[in-house]
T-cell receptor
Framework: SSELTQDPAVSVALGQTVKITCQGD??????ASWYQQRPGQAPVFVIY???NRPSGIPDRFSGSSSGNTASLTISGAQAEDEADYYC???????????FGGGTKLTVL | QVQLQESGPGLVKPSETLSLTCTVS??????????WSWIRQPPGKGLEWIGY???????KHNPSLKSRVAISVDTSKNQFSLKLNSVTAADTAVYYC???????????WGQGMLITVSS
């Protein structure tokens, strides 16, 4: 089915590493892209493809993928990384796009 | 740098049609293999893909919205538009327009526009 599943909430201690996951069958055919959204702001594109960062995104953000699971890793989380994170991908059969439900990241 | 800006009425009455336009600047809507998309976010909830259009006019939309959605493009104005008919309070959301690319994702987003459905 065209669904992407994310854990609703994850926490990480300041300076530690956290992995946010996204699961769905459509990820077997297309990589996920990842978006950071702070309260009251539009989403920001942070990772795409196998492990690519758009210009301006800190290198502590990285991506990976295996089978039906995509992951966003933040190595050395900072206070400003506290935000909602969404994955997105494409259904190779229908061409429809799907967002995961989002993960609220708390930096302790 | 590509920029997108949503515009339209911020208040729509129940059962009427929501109409939004996204104006693209800093690049041509007709260039490349990009798709131009609408995404919404109800208050306190997650992102929902509404649909997209290529400059050729080919479109796809979220099947959950059934046949209520129409997306069109005006290459002469560098704009694309959304119409959502028979709206209810459940359609109240921040509506974003965005530029996407297959295998990449949504690199550019508009700032978003809150649309309230209320009488």
């Amino acid at each position: 089915s065209s669904e992407l599943t994310q854990d609703p909430a994850v926490s990480v201690a300041l300076g530690q590493t956290v992995k946010i996951t996204c699961q769905g069958d459509i990820l077997r055919n297309y990589y996920a892209s990842w978006y950071q959204q702070r309260p009251g702001q539009a989403p920001v594109f942070v990772i795409y493809g196998e492990d690519n960062r758009p210009s301006g995104i800190p290198d502590r953000f990285s991506g990976s993928s295996s089978g039906n699971t995509a992951s966003l890793t933040i190595s050395g989380a900072q206070a400003e990384d506290e935000a909602d994170y969404y994955c997105n991908s494409r259904d190779s059969i229908t061409g429809h796009l799907v967002f995961g439900g989002g993960t609220k990241l708390t930096v302790l | 740098q590509v920029q997108l800006q949503e515009s339209g009425p911020g208040l729509v009455k129940p059962s009427e049609t929501l109409s939004l336009t996204c104006t693209v600047s800093g690049g041509s809507i007709s260039s490349g293999s990009f798709y131009w998309s609408w995404i919404r976010q109800p208050p306190g909830k997650g992102l929902e893909w509404i649909g997209y259009i290529y400059y050729t006019g080919n479109t796809k939309h979220n099947p959950s919205l059934k046949s209520r959605v129409a997306i069109s493009v005006d290459t002469s104005k560098n704009q694309f538009s959304l119409k959502l008919n028979s709206v209810t309070a459940a359609d109240t959301a921040v509506y974003y327009c965005a530029r996407g690319e297959v295998g990449v994702g949504f690199e550019h987003w508009g700032q978003g526009m809150l649309i309230t459905v209320s009488s």
